[in-house]
């Protein structure tokens, strides 16, 4: 069983940065899609960004491509979600997403919540104006 722990959430102003982090536990990421994906109150899950962690090229929605990051840390078994020049519809709650299931020779990733069979509990980023 794999347990995702996101952190680093928090309110920041309006042009500033955060990084969320994303730790897994029970089990090494390999061969897994990867998924960033934010609820913003009243909204639907939307897709942040995401990568295969067997290779392939990281994706971005269009809104976040440009001021957003997603690296990884393979001895730490961690993903992150660097987020720069803020906007206040940036404010959701963030949530990191595994796709254990899909084949190991899979290279793209999963823009819609389904196919993600781990999610973490979520954390909170606010950006003031």
């Known amino acids: 069983q794999v347990q995702l722990v996101e952190s680093g959430g928090g309110l920041v102003q309006a042009g500033g940065s955060l990084r969320l982090s994303c730790a897994a536990s029970g089990r090494t990421f390999n061969n897994y899609v990867m998924g960033w994906f934010r609820q913003a109150p009243g909204k639907e899950r939307e897709f942040v960004g995401g990568f295969s962690w067997s290779g392939g090229v990281t994706y971005y929605a269009d809104s976040v491509k440009g001021r957003f990051t997603i690296s990884r840390d393979d001895a730490r078994n961690t993903v992150y979600l660097e987020m720069n020049s803020l906007k206040p519809e940036d404010t959701a709650v963030y949530y990191c997403?595994?796709?254990?299931?899909?084949?190991?020779?899979?290279?793209?990733?999963?823009?819609?919540?389904?196919?993600?069979?781990?999610w973490g509990q979520g954390t909170q980023v606010t950006v003031s104006s």
């Open positions: 997403a595994a796709d254990s299931r899909s084949s190991r020779f899979f290279r793209g990733v999963h823009t819609t919540t389904s196919p993600y069979n781990y």
